[in-house]
């Protein structure tokens, strides 16, 4: 088992356990979850050992950068479910055409520039305006599609 699948596995977990603010030593799990959270951190031991040895490197060394990896990793599987605008919404880097121009505030967007794009329409906006936009209406301020946040499914989500 890699970083990533390591990560999925814990964000699976977090999904079932329905909590994002802690980790399953800080809160009373069932039997069933201690034992998969228990797991995983074996796993990472493990992945850990074995980038010790084959790299040369010592084990603390390589624990850190493998702990590091995992939590990046979870970080990105987890990111749309910090804030239902970023579950139907999707981050593009301007490119192409001059004169894109966010449906939001109307001033125009600079190439290679973060942006954010509605699944449903894939109209684009500057990132903070279209968070501030879906904190009070759920459509696109451009064509009205509504924002249907996706069912997440962790495998799926590329990083």
């Known amino acids: 088992m890699n970083e990533l699948e390591i990560a999925i596995s814990k964000a699976e977990l977090l999904l079932r356990l329905g909590n994002w603010s802690t ?39 390589a624990l850190m950068e493998v702990e590091l990896q995992v939590s990046i990793h979870l970080a990105k599987l987890l990111e749309p479910t910090i804030d239902p605008a970023l579950a139907c919404t999707t981050a593009l880097s301007v490119d192409g055409e001059d004169g894109i121009v966010c449906g939001v505030c109307q001033e125009e967007m600079e190439k290679e520039h973060e942006a954010r794009a509605i699944m449903e329409c894939m109209h684009m906006f500057h990132d903070s305006c279209i968070l501030k936009w879906l904190k009070i209406n759920n459509t696109c301020p451009l064509c009205r599609a509504t924002c249907k946040p996706k069912k997440l499914h962790f495998q799926e989500i590329k990083i």
Do not use: P, V, Y
């Open 23 to 61: 980790h399953c030593s800080a809160f009373d799990c069932g039997d069933q979850e201690q034992l998969e959270f228990e797991r995983l951190e074996t796993m990472t031991i493990n992945l850990a050992m074995s980038r010790a040895q084959t790299q040369q490197k010592d084990f603390k060394t």
